[in-house]
């Protein structure tokens, strides 16, 4: 199982607001699939996925302020299950 941690990605901030995920839990992600789109302080971008597997579980929502180094999501294999 693969955490998938906020990136940091302004240089003046460490936060970013997720607009959208462009996948659902349970969907098959692959490494470098757009996962979600962020805006930060100066740009708005997506974030990649980082490794192949089913998205288990999204923590945080779109629609959300979230920290860089914060688990945002994890990815697996089927039939695992991902922390609460």
């Known amino acids: 199982m693969e955490a998938i941690i906020m990136p940091a990605l302004g240089q003046t901030s460490d936060e970013a607001y997720i607009q959208e ?3 659902k839990e349970g969907d ?3 490494m470098g699939d757009p996962l979600l789109s962020v805006e930060t ?5 997506d974030v990649e996925c980082v490794a192949d597997g ?3 579980k999204i923590v945080a929502a779109a629609e959300t302020s979230v920290t860089a180094g914060t688990v945002i999501a994890y990815i697996g294999d ?3 299950t991902a922390p609460e």
């Open 21 to 23: 995920w462009y996948f």
């Open 28 to 30: 098959t992600v692959e």
């Open 41 to 45: 302080d100066k740009a708005q971008l």
């Open 54 to 56: 089913i998205l288990l």
């Open 78 to 80: 089927e039939g695992e």
